[in-house]
């Protein structure tokens, strides 16, 4: 799958990190989510922007907490020698819009939705 960002441009993080950690970087890189990986990059869990909802409204103390606690798992992810209408059926079924790239168990990229209306498959 070339359509995926690669892993050096988007967010990923350690399962200790803080939450401030993790929003500050996810609004420089503009994708409403990080990956939570383990240092050989083996994908854990993601956050998103509507996981930060969620856990406002369950009035969790978010301050007090890791990153690990407040991410999605089980997630969604997609192989990556999937082919890019995959990653786009699969979104579509789970109304998701960023999907985790996985190559034996490790993130390599991620693919957002918008990649997939510019190329033209959505």
Known sequence: ???CIPTQTFPKFRPDA????AILEMTRKKLGMTAITTD???L???FTDGDLRRSFEK???????PISALMT?????????????EALNLMQEHAITVLPVVQDDAVIGIIHMHDLLRAGIA
């Open 40 to 42: 050989t990059g083996k």
């Open 73 to 85: 798992t089980p997630f969604r992810s997609i192989d990556a020698h999937s082919l890019a209408v």
């Open 18 to 21: 803080s939450l401030q950690q």
């Open 44 to 46: 854990l869990g993601i």
């Open 1 to 3: 799958m070339t359509l």
């Open 59 to 65: 009035g969790q103390r978010l301050h007090e907490q």
